[in-house]
């Protein structure tokens, strides 16, 4: 499983570095602060805005998370708009990143 964490301080903490570290099936990509251009979830919310969210009126929180559902749906049924996401970024998903270690 691979997951890219943003600079957010929760995903700095020691318990979520020393979980990542202690399991060898978890690759952990750390984004330096301020990145959005290497961030892949970027691309997802920029497709959301320009599909589905596009010029719409929520009418209560049920609509934006019925619409918010299906759009990720749809992304999700589309491999090919994951990888254009994460193409976007630079980033290879074959490059095997050094394991978050305690400290780091």
């Known amino acids: 499983m691979v997951i890219v964490w943003d600079n957010l301080n929760t ?12 399991h060898d099936w978890l690759t952990v990509f750390q984004l330096p602060p301020y990145t959005p251009d290497l961030n892949p979830v970027e ?3 920029s497709l959301l805005r ?15 998370e019925r619409t918010l559902r ?11 708009l994951i990888n254009g996401c994460l193409t976007e970024t630079g980033l290879d998903i074959t490059t095997h990143p050094k394991p978050i ?3 780091q």
């Open 50 to 64: 320009r599909g589905p969210m596009a010029n719409t009126a929520f009418t209560d929180p049920e609509h934006l």
């Open 11 to 22: 995903h700095r903490t020691a318990g979520l570095r020393q979980y990542a570290a202690d």
């Open 101 to 103: 270690r305690k400290g």
């Open 70 to 80: 299906r759009g990720l749906a749809h992304i999700q049924r589309h491999p090919d």
């Open 43 to 45: 691309g997802v919310w």
